[in-house]
């Protein structure tokens, strides 16, 4: 079975960091692009980041680009979203998500996780 | 930047064909991709590529895209299908997703 369980979640001040995982499971992770998409609490999907299969192609959205940075181990199976500089802005519902198909760099988002909920605040 | 408009709402009766826009400069130049979200679920996807159906999605689900308008179809509405939709395009090296549109089964 396809499956990816987000991680490292929590309540987090502003100004601080935070390290979200994702664990994949039932496919060949690293013929993959992943991604991470955030939803805050009663509001639609934002992207946040994305890296190709072999790490060779990474994209940020406006709103994080400088302060989070994306990468994967495909040794381990994981994703990662390393998070500094937090803002209440930030606080919302992180999935990840592979892409449809192998070795496409942009694509549909195939598998979801349940995702992991973070919240910014003092 | 590029920007996806979808409509907040829409309702439909049951039995009845639902169609969810998604509008974007020139959007038919680009992949089109539809997400299905249900309340306290991650969101499921149901067209890619403008039209085709992932495994295990309905038949009733369709997608077409011309000009600057992207159209979710959903035939024979059944309540089940009362959920957020979203629409998803790449546009210079990011990936974007319209507002979201409620769907509500009357």
């Known amino acids: 079975e396809v499956q990816l369980v987000e991680s490292g979640g929590g309540l987090v001040q502003p100004g601080r960091s935070l390290r979200l995982s994702c664990a994949a499971s039932g496919f060949t992770f690293d013929d993959y692009a992943m991604h991470w998409v955030r939803q805050a609490p009663g509001k639609g999907l934002e992207w946040v980041s994305g890296?190709?299969?072999?790490?060779?192609?990474?994209g940020y959205a406006d709103s994080v680009k400088g302060r989070f940075t994306i990468s994967r181990d495909n040794a381990k199976n994981s994703l990662y979203l390393q998070m500094n500089s937090l803002r209440a802005e930030d606080t919302a519902l992180y999935y990840c998500?592979?892409?449809?198909?192998?070795?496409?760099?942009?694509?549909?988002?195939?598998?979801w996780g349940q995702g992991t909920m973070v919240t910014v605040s003092s | 930047s590029y920007v996806l408009t979808q409509p907040p709402s829409v309702s439909v009766a049951p039995g009845q064909t639902a169609r969810i826009t998604c509008g974007g400069n020139?959007?038919?130049?680009?992949?089109v991709h539809w997400y299905q979200q249900k309340p306290g679920q991650a969101p499921v996807l149901v067209v890619y590529?403008?039209?085709d159906r992932p495994s295990g999605i309905p038949e009733r689900f369709s997608g077409s895209n011309s000009g600057n308008t992207a159209t979710l179809t959903i035939s024979r509405v059944e309540a089940g299908d009362e959920a957020d939709y979203y629409c998803q395009v790449w546009d210079s090296s990011s990936d974007l997703f319209g507002g979201g549109t409620k769907l509500t089964v009357l």
């Open positions: 998500a592979n892409g449809l198909r192998p070795f496409r760099p942009a694509d549909a988002f195939d598998i």
């Open positions: 890296i190709s299969w072999n790490s060779g192609s990474i």
């Open positions: 590529d403008d039209s």
């Open positions: 020139n959007i038919g130049s680009k992949s």
